[in-house]
């Protein structure tokens, strides 16, 4: 009998048997039964916990195949996070705040997540604004792995002066008299970036176990219940595992994590690939946390970073000796594969090694894949396929789009990357983020870019032959991502014996405008058939955490993407339900009318000025 059933929901289950239902039953963490409420219902007991779902939409639980959680969640409780802040007042008064509330010798980190076209002013502050803003506390943005912006007093901090030589691949720019000015470029890699963002202080492990959790709360909140994670520099085995393993075995996961192993040291790839793979079994783990093979990185040389406002770099010759080994060792180990490479030039070589080895080596249905993969051509997604692989997208040109634009041209860009060509070659394709750094975790900005082929500054940058239907995007970010852990037999469908993984909407992403896809939220997220994250009515079914560790953290004050609150949220939903909202009419959440949200001022701390000089979405409804 049923542990939980949901009714009177909207059911998406992407089960092309059983496309749609209005209720669920779990029973021991897996669908019991799918169908009408009356069917389902009878499955209920007095011990069964009944949760009406009042008419909202209901979708698996999403599946990021490409997110770095692990490393993410350990510096989450430090950065400030500029994720969906439309304009770059609110996120300088968000910055202003943070200097105020964070102690010595702390630093304000924003780390990635946002670009500067999402600003309505289409800049980056200067550091003239930053160094008013912070003129003692250090403070570092990362923007993209393009460039960071430091203050005086973050350049004090990590020890840049008019001494210190420029690192390779990087750029310190400097004064007339030669002094560091505060930033720093990728020339053409972010090696400097990295370094630089590793020279701030860490938290302690206490404070790295509440980080990791308040991070996958957050993931919970926009509907996430599973991540593939792409292990990441700076980010160690097993040292830097430690804290996910423990969270695990108290039994604290709220995500269900897939990791892979990122090699750590140029020229010692081998050598990190074959001591892993005599201490982890393949796949070794269990539903909540697992291992799932090797990358992004297999071999630094084979790396081609992703800086549209560079040239595309040229692998290194030599290159094909190094992957070749480590790609020979993890096929006989029988260990999955991933490789991050941007451009098609570098993923041809890539295919050549592979196709190599596979004749000495099959991979007989080894699961190895290509991420990102923006500018692949027919040609070699058809060699993709022949091997069996797969290809892991990301949004990473929503943030990007205007600079590849510029630099290539539009027409290029109408196919950066060719999803719809992928699909079409029958090749297995899973969305994701590549969050933290380079572009925002929140799955709902990603799924708009999929369907809207628009950039989050607006730019429109697909035509319809490279744009996805809502449903089919979704397939993608859920049982599309399930292949690539072998997962596909278990999670991203609402079917019977599949994980009782889900999520409520705050809005319908099937029926709302393109523009609100982008602030949908989980009212309701459940993974295992137990509840992890409620808001608004479904708010008491979710378990307390404790308070963000410290207590000067960002996300004590801010949270983390910045989207539409709930109470925006559940009046959106009450609108469209009624199909009866007009341009003029009052707004009840925001209490403008024919009064624009511009008029009120900015940053706005209360729901009536929450979206500053962009006013809100109520006119869509």
Sequence with gaps: ????????ARITTLDRDNPSATALAVAGGNLLAIGDDATVMAHATAGTRIIDAGGRRLIPGLNDSHLHLIRGGLNYNLELRWDGVRTLADAMAMLEEQVARTPAPQWVR?????????????????????????????????????????????????????????????????????????????????????????????????????????????????GITSVIDAGGGFQNYPEDYEIIQKLHADGELTVRIAYNLFTQKKGGELADFDRWSRMLTPLQGDGMLRHNGAGEMLVFSAADFEDFREPR????????????????????????????????????????????????????????????AETISERNIERVRALRGGIAVQHRMAYQGEYFAERYGSEATRNTPPVRKMLD????????????????????????????????????????????EREEALRLYTHGSAWFSHEQDRKGLLKVGHYADFALLSSDFLRVPEEAIQDITSVLTVVGGKVVHGSDDFGPLAPALPKPMPDWSPVNRFGGYQGGTQAQARAMFARAQRHSHSPGTSCAVHGHGKDHAAHHPTPGGGLRDFWGALGCLCYAF
Excluded: C
């Design 110 to 222: 924003v780390v990635g997540g946002f670009s500067e076209h999402q600003f309505a002013e289409k800049r980056l502050p200067t550091l003239q604004e930053l160094n008013e803003a912070a003129p003692e506390t250090p403070v570092f943005i990362l923007h993209l792995y393009d460039r960071a912006l430091l203050n005086r007093a973050a350049l004090r901090a990590v020890g840049y002066t008019k001494d210190s030589p420029d690192p390779p691949g990087g750029r310190l720019e400097r004064d007339q008299a030669g002094n560091p000015t505060g930033l720093l470029l990728a020339k053409p890699n972010a090696l400097i970036l990295y370094a630089t963002l590793a020279m701030g202080p860490k938290l302690p492990p206490e404070f790295q176990l509440n980080s990791t959790r308040h991070f996958m709360r957050e993931l919970n909140r926009l």
């Design 1 to 8: 009998m049923a542990d939980m059933i949901v009714r009177n």
């Design 425 to 468: 070659a029958g090749v297995p394709v899973g969305a994701g983020t590549d969050a933290t750094r380079v572009a925002s975790y929140n799955p709902w900005v990603s799924l708009y870019w999929l369907v809207t082929g628009r950039t989050v500054g607006g730019l429109s940058m697909y035509g319809e032959d490279n744009r996805l």
């Design 313 to 372: 770099p040229e692998l290194p010759q030599g290159m094909e000796g190094e992957l070749e080994d480590v790609v020979r060792l993890l096929a006989q180990r029988r260990w999955p594969f991933r490789i991050h490479a941007t451009y098609d030039e570098s993923i041809s070589r890539v295919l050549d090694v592979y196709e190599k080895v596979n004749r000495e080596v099959p991979f007989d249905g080894l699961h190895w894949f290509i991420d990102h």
